[in-house]
């Protein structure tokens, strides 16, 4: 058949398999050489005349010899990057229900507020009197998560959440100084089921671990927590809702047993995104918490950061919160940088230079100030929701550890399913990615064998929902019907196939070092 | 709401799904006494429009280093960011992409870490280098940690030219794990016995070139001491740019070196996010903390790339962890990745070259005005300044003019004596003119 134009418009006909590429490109997704093969040392992609003659002050410390950079053109450039990120899935792709890390919906308002130069060209260290617009805006933050949380103190500066917590184990390692305990009550009690940053956390401010069993409906024992505490104990480092996607509904009377023990409370607030509105941690007998703005406040994950942790305080630990403290004074609000300002605080030092990730604290706020309190609680809703429509859409094909009961914003699913199949929650993943899926988060949280954890957040609509339990529903009949291929090659179609780990481990390559001049290598 | 995709009606349907009558029900495992009932005291939500008018107020508020002359430095550096950079790392695919733990989704991430890691390198003179940390200062610290693991000592003597920010997140950090710190005085024209402070109990001498006075320091002598009593040394920099033009860390001596790398692809941002770099001999590496992205292969024999070693993170090892770091500061190291490809060898020299001469006028100028003295022999973008009058109270009143003149050194230093010492720095975006403007203010104000 031919088109008005007489070109031939029936497809033919063949298999992508027996026409592999010349270039190893398939049409729009191109293979792309590194930067250091691309680049040249005479390159670049920046315009700058070179200085007049002046007199240098470098004395003997002059840098000599190559440095080894590659420079691009901004045509190379702007084709390099554009083309890595082809090679990435995003939310903006598609949903990454990864249990625990919240990946939401990243709203561009955020990113046209945070680039505002009166947010993004200021300097940390310019005069308070400039900046007086960046420290509202952090007042007004600090009072936005502490009304959430029903926290009385906030803050503002760990970069990250495992920096959050390690400011909040801080604080609590202050407290218990300030009594005169530092040297007896060293001991931190962390649940089976908790992040790993909560173990790393607790050696760094070193303090010594001793395991929480998790009781069989994936929860923490009153009974268990009474057994161990003593005047050993300096805290329980506990999550909630809890990495199996529930709510710890004993945390009050944890808290009770802890409290009296004299012991402290720090809760991992990874999955604050649960409860807004619903829970308050102030109302549970929270101690100190992070808050993982990149999380329940949709600031960018960006392939890994950057996050930004701030941590609620109760007034037991509220003193000792770390430099810079905000303080209201009679001209607005006040930036406390050095401890001898500090009043009657006693800040437990400092955890990285200037303030905090105020390009976070913008996004942040303009999340909040969209949702309003209305929305936020709302957003919260929707998450639990989603979590319960994914639940009971993939219950009668996939195993549920602690059985088919309500979860919070995040589902667990164990591998007692495959059982047999010869698919592992690692293959099952694999193939999610041939299905146009980010996989779950997998063998995480430690308590139950082959974890998938599975956090669809309130971003999905309900057809992307459907779409994706029927997609699931697909890959577990796949499975158990014997179809294990499909797994344990997959993924077929994404830009690599399946690497090999445990030669990047063994043999490391870990930067990029000029090929062998081609004399020496025919040696 | 413009962010939730849910109607009223999926809801129902969805509530009917799960079995429940009610938001509510959902709700069921917390106790009624701990429920909370909505925010009510938090405003209701807003429309695009009024969210931006309120930010927009808050941020008029502030003077943008660009309004007008800016002399401002001391560990964040206001530099020219191609638009091309902000432009890239906006694409939704690094945007909004998770942590690249499924690789084969996530090549353009790994790839990026991979040349992120080799620039790093390049720039420090070193063998391997992580896929960053947060911010200058907490790669400092995390320094410091990881020599107490190499050596199996637990005392780090700390140069008087760190950046006090830095100095005290490592006493802070050693505070926490137990370790001890010797801190030397403040030392504003590198006339300090590092030298002296080095002997068989101490993990780690840690030093900053350019220090924060400016001075830049030769670090040979003093590795060579370190490593003659087993100590390692740590290599500062609070700024990127200078190793375009200053002999590397790696070249003399360093054992580990870390800076911050805002400098190079980064807004000011307030103090951040920053973007901490961190680069060590190839026989560490197992000590390193933070994430790292190595080469291989898939399994048809491509080239590809994933995070490995992770046996050194805390979601392997836990309490055992080299750090409890789980997160690098992703998209601003991957800013300062393009920039610094766009940069490429001759920009970088060249760009590094302009801020020098940049700086080396304003001290000139500045040092010919009347009862002000210049204290650096030596200094790359940045130098301290005597005054006859206390700092803060020149800064003030520059900045009553529209200028922001520097950093005094007792707002890092209160109470060490300095009050009328100043922090001036110069970079490629200042342009004669305002060299002239802060030179003639400060004749009025002095």
């Given at each position: 058949?031919?088109?008005?134009?007489?070109?031939?418009?029936?497809?033919?006909?063949?298999?992508a398999?027996?026409?592999?590429?010349?270039?190893?490109?398939?049409?729009?997704?191109q293979?792309?050489?590194?930067?250091?093969?691309?680049g040249?040392?005479?390159?670049?992609?920046?315009?700058?005349?070179?200085?007049?003659?002046?007199?240098?002050r470098?004395?003997?410390?002059?840098?000599?010899?190559?440095i080894?950079?590659?420079g691009?053109?901004?045509?190379?450039?702007?084709?390099?990057?554009?083309?890595?990120?082809?090679?990435?899935?995003?939310?903006?792709?598609?949903?990454?229900?990864?249990?625990?890390?919240?990946?939401?919906?990243?709203?561009?308002?955020?990113e046209?507020?945070?680039?505002?130069?009166?947010?993004?060209d200021?300097?940390p260290?310019?005069?308070v009197?400039?900046?007086?617009?960046?420290?509202?805006?952090?007042q007004?933050?600090?009072?936005?998560?502490?009304?959430?949380?029903?926290?009385?103190?906030?803050?503002?500066?760990?970069?990250?959440?495992?920096?959050?917590?390690?400011?909040?184990?801080?604080?609590?390692?202050?407290?218990i100084?300030?009594?005169?305990?530092?040297?007896?009550?060293?001991v931190v009690?962390?649940?089976?089921s908790?992040?790993?940053?909560?173990?790393?956390?607790?050696?760094?401010?070193?303090?010594?671990?001793?395991?929480?069993?998790?009781?069989?409906?994936?929860?923490?024992?009153?009974?268990e927590?009474?057994?161990?505490?003593?005047?050993?104990?300096?805290?329980?480092?506990?999550?909630?809702?809890?990495?199996?996607?529930?709510?710890e509904?004993?945390?009050?009377?944890i808290?009770?047993?802890?409290?009296?023990?004299?012991?402290?409370?720090?809760?991992?607030?990874a999955?604050?995104?649960?409860?807004?509105?619903?829970a308050?941690?102030?109302?549970?007998?929270?101690?100190?918490m992070?808050?993982?703005?990149?999380?329940?406040?949709?600031?960018?994950?960006?392939?890994g950061?950057?996050?930004?942790?701030?941590?609620?305080l109760?007034?037991r630990?509220?003193?000792?919160?770390?430099?810079?403290?905000?303080r209201?004074?009679?001209?607005?609000?006040?930036?406390?940088?050095?401890?001898?300002?500090?009043?009657?605080?006693?800040?437990?030092?400092?955890?990285?230079?200037?303030h905090?990730?105020?390009?976070?604290?913008?996004?942040?706020?303009?999340?909040?100030?969209?949702?309003?309190g209305?929305?936020l609680?709302?957003?919260?809703?929707?998450?639990?929701?989603?979590?319960?429509?994914?639940r009971?859409g993939?219950a009668?094909l996939?195993?549920?550890?602690?059985?088919?009961?309500?979860?919070?914003?995040?589902?667990?699913?164990?591998?007692?399913?495959l059982?047999?199949?010869?698919?592992?929650?690692l293959?099952?993943a694999?193939?999610?990615?041939?299905?146009?899926?980010?996989?779950?988060?997998?063998?995480f949280p430690?308590?139950?064998?082959g974890?998938?954890?599975?956090?669809?957040?309130e971003?999905?609509s309900?057809?992307s929902?459907?779409?994706?339990?029927?997609?699931?529903r697909d890959?577990a009949?796949?499975?158990?019907?014997?179809?294990?291929e499909?797994?344990?090659?997959?993924?077929?179609?994404?830009?690599?196939?399946?690497?090999?780990?445990t030669?990047?481990?063994?043999?490391?390559?870990?930067?990029w070092?000029?090929p062998?001049p081609i004399?020496?290598a025919?040696? | 709401?413009?962010?939730?995709?849910?109607s009223e009606?999926d809801?129902?349907?969805m509530?009917?799904?799960?079995?429940?009558?009610s938001?509510d029900?959902l709700?069921?495992?917390?106790?009624?006494?701990?429920?909370?009932?909505?925010l009510?005291?938090?405003?209701?939500?807003?429309?695009?429009?009024?969210?931006?008018?309120?930010?927009?107020?808050?941020?008029a508020?502030?003077?943008?280093?660009?309004?007008?002359?800016f002399?401002?430095?001391?560990?964040?550096y206001?530099?020219?960011?191609?638009?091309?950079?902000?432009?890239?790392?906006?694409?939704?695919?690094f945007?909004?992409?998770?942590?690249?733990?499924q690789?084969?989704?996530?090549?353009?991430?790994?790839?990026?870490?991979?040349?992120?890691?080799?620039?790093?390198c390049?720039?420090?003179?070193?063998?391997?280098?992580?896929?960053s940390?947060?911010?200058g200062?907490?790669?400092?610290g995390?320094?410091?940690?990881?020599?107490?693991?190499?050596?199996r000592?637990?005392?780090?003597?700390l140069?008087?030219?760190l950046h006090?920010?830095?100095?005290?997140?490592?006493?802070t950090?050693?505070?926490?794990?137990?370790?001890?710190?010797e801190?030397?005085?403040?030392d504003?024209?590198?006339?300090?016995?590092?030298l002296?402070?080095?002997?068989?109990?101490?993990s780690?001498?840690v030093v900053?070139?350019?220090?924060?006075?400016?001075?830049?320091?030769?670090?040979?002598a003093?590795?060579?001491?370190?490593?003659?009593?087993?100590?390692?040394?740590?290599?500062?920099?609070?700024?990127?740019?200078?190793?375009?033009?200053v002999t590397?860390p790696?070249?003399?001596g360093?054992?580990?070196?870390?800076?911050?790398?805002q400098?190079?692809?980064?807004?000011?941002?307030f103090?951040?996010?920053?973007?901490g770099?961190f680069?060590?001999r190839?026989k560490?590496?197992?000590?390193?903390?933070?994430?790292?992205?190595?080469e291989t292969?898939?399994a048809?024999?491509?080239?590809?790339?994933?995070?490995?070693?992770?046996?050194?993170?805390?979601?392997?090892?836990?309490?055992?962890?080299?750090?409890?770091?789980?997160?690098?500061?992703g998209?601003?190291?991957?800013?300062?990745s393009?920039h610094?490809a766009?940069?490429?060898?001759?920009?970088?020299?060249?760009?590094?070259r302009?801020?020098?001469?940049a700086?080396v006028?304003?001290?000139?100028?500045l040092g010919?005005?009347?009862?002000?003295e210049?204290?650096?022999?030596?200094?790359?973008?940045?130098?301290?300044?005597?005054?006859?009058k206390?700092?803060?109270?020149?800064v003030?009143?520059?900045?009553?003019?529209?200028i922001?003149g520097?950093?005094?050194?007792?707002?890092?230093?209160?109470?060490?004596?300095?009050?009328?010492?100043?922090?001036?720095?110069s970079t490629?975006?200042?342009?004669?003119?305002?060299?002239?403007?802060?030179?003639?203010?400060?004749?009025e104000?002095?």
């Open positions: 058949m031919l088109n008005r134009q007489g070109r031939p418009t029936t497809p033919g006909v063949g298999s398999e027996t026409h592999a590429t010349f270039t190893g490109n398939r049409a729009i997704l293979e792309e050489a590194l930067l250091f093969e691309l040249r040392a005479d390159a670049t992609g920046v315009d700058f005349d070179e200085p007049e003659p002046f007199i240098a470098l004395g003997t410390l002059e840098r000599t010899g190559d080894g950079l590659p691009l053109s901004e045509p190379e450039a702007v084709r390099h990057y554009v083309r890595l990120s082809q090679r990435n899935f995003s939310i903006d792709t598609g949903p990454v229900p990864l249990g625990s890390c919240t990946m939401k919906h990243n709203p561009r308002l955020n046209r507020m945070a680039r505002l130069p009166g947010f993004a200021v300097h260290l310019q005069p009197s400039t900046v007086p617009g960046a420290l509202a805006l952090m007004e933050l600090a009072a936005w998560l502490m009304e959430i949380t029903g926290m009385p103190a906030i803050s503002l500066s760990p970069r990250a959440g495992a920096h959050g917590e390690l400011c909040g184990m801080a604080a609590i390692k202050s407290a100084a300030a009594k005169g305990e530092a040297a007896t009550r060293k009690l962390v649940p089976d908790a992040h790993g940053t909560n173990p790393a956390t607790a050696a760094m401010v070193g303090m010594p671990v001793r395991a929480v069993p998790v009781r069989a409906d994936g929860t923490v024992d009153p009974a927590v009474a057994k161990l505490v003593g005047p050993d104990i300096a805290a329980l480092m506990i999550t909630n809702p809890n990495t199996c996607g529930l709510f509904r004993d945390i009050a009377e808290a009770r047993i802890v409290h009296e023990a004299g012991a402290y409370i720090y809760c991992d607030g999955n604050l995104n649960a409860i807004m509105g619903r308050r941690p102030g109302d549970l007998g929270i101690d100190a992070q808050i993982n703005l990149h999380k329940t406040f949709s600031t960018p994950h960006g392939g950061g950057p996050g930004s942790g701030p941590v609620v109760s007034a630990v509220s003193a000792f919160a770390p430099l810079p403290l905000l209201t004074g009679a001209d607005g609000v006040e930036l406390v940088e050095v401890g001898a300002d500090a009043d009657e605080a006693r800040p437990f030092g400092r955890l990285s230079a200037f905090g990730q105020m390009g976070m604290f913008v996004r942040a706020l303009t999340y909040m100030l969209s949702h309003g209305d929305g609680a709302q957003a919260s809703d929707d998450a639990v929701l989603a979590a319960n429509y994914i009971v993939l009668d996939m195993s549920l550890p602690f059985g088919n009961r309500l979860c919070m914003q995040e589902v667990l699913f164990d591998d007692a399913w059982k047999d199949s010869g698919v592992t929650t293959d099952f694999k193939a999610m990615i041939d299905e146009g899926y980010h996989p779950m988060t997998m063998y430690l308590v139950v064998h974890a998938m954890l599975i956090e669809p957040t971003s999905e309900k057809a929902l459907d779409l994706f339990v029927a997609t699931l890959l009949l796949a499975a158990r019907a014997g179809d294990s499909r797994f344990t090659g997959a993924p077929y179609y994404a830009p690599r196939r399946r690497l090999d780990e030669r990047a481990a063994r043999q490391p390559v870990l930067r070092t000029p062998a004399a020496e025919a040696e | 709401m413009r962010y939730l995709p849910l009606t809801r129902g349907e509530l009917a799904r799960v079995g429940v009558r938001m029900e709700f069921a495992d917390i106790p009624q006494a701990m429920r909370a009932h909505g009510p005291k938090l405003p209701r939500h807003k429309g695009e429009m009024e969210v931006e008018r309120l930010l927009s107020r808050l941020a508020q502030n003077r943008p280093a660009g309004a007008g002359p002399f401002v430095g001391a560990g964040a206001k530099h020219y960011v191609p638009a091309t950079v902000d432009h890239l790392i906006q694409r939704s695919e945007l909004t992409g998770y942590t690249p733990y690789p084969e989704i996530a090549q353009g991430f790994l790839q990026y870490m991979f040349e992120f890691q080799t620039q790093v390049l720039l420090t003179g070193m063998d391997v280098a992580n896929a940390v947060y911010d200062s907490t790669a400092c995390e320094a410091v940690l990881m020599a107490h693991r190499v050596t000592r637990r005392k780090a003597v140069s008087g030219g006090p920010h830095y100095a005290e997140v490592v006493r950090l050693s505070a926490l794990g137990g370790d001890t710190v801190t030397l005085a403040p504003v024209r590198a006339t300090e016995d590092l002296a402070a080095i002997d068989d109990t101490v780690c001498v900053q070139t350019p220090d924060v006075f400016g001075n830049l320091r030769d670090l040979q003093i590795a060579d001491k370190a490593h003659a009593h087993g100590a390692l040394l740590i290599a500062v920099f609070t700024e990127a740019m200078s190793l375009g033009l590397a790696g070249d003399m360093a054992d580990i070196v870390v800076g911050e790398g400098s190079i692809g980064n807004a000011l941002n103090g951040g996010p920053y973007v770099l680069a060590t190839a560490f590496v197992r000590q390193m903390p933070g994430r790292l992205c190595g292969v898939d048809e024999g491509k080239r590809g790339f994933v995070l490995t070693l992770s046996t050194r993170e805390q979601h392997i090892r836990r309490e055992k962890a080299t750090s409890n770091m789980c997160t690098s500061s998209l601003c190291a991957l800013a300062f393009i610094l766009l940069l490429g060898e001759v920009g970088l020299r060249r760009v590094a302009i801020n020098h001469a700086a006028k304003l001290a000139d100028a010919a005005v009347p009862d002000v210049i204290l650096n022999d030596t200094f790359f973008n940045e130098f301290t300044v005597k005054l006859p206390p700092a803060a109270d020149v003030a009143a520059l900045a009553a003019k529209g922001l520097g950093v005094p050194v007792s707002r890092l230093l209160p109470g060490a004596g300095l009050d009328d010492h100043l922090l001036v720095a490629e975006v200042n342009t004669d003119d305002d060299r002239a403007a802060l030179v003639a203010a400060l004749q104000v002095l």
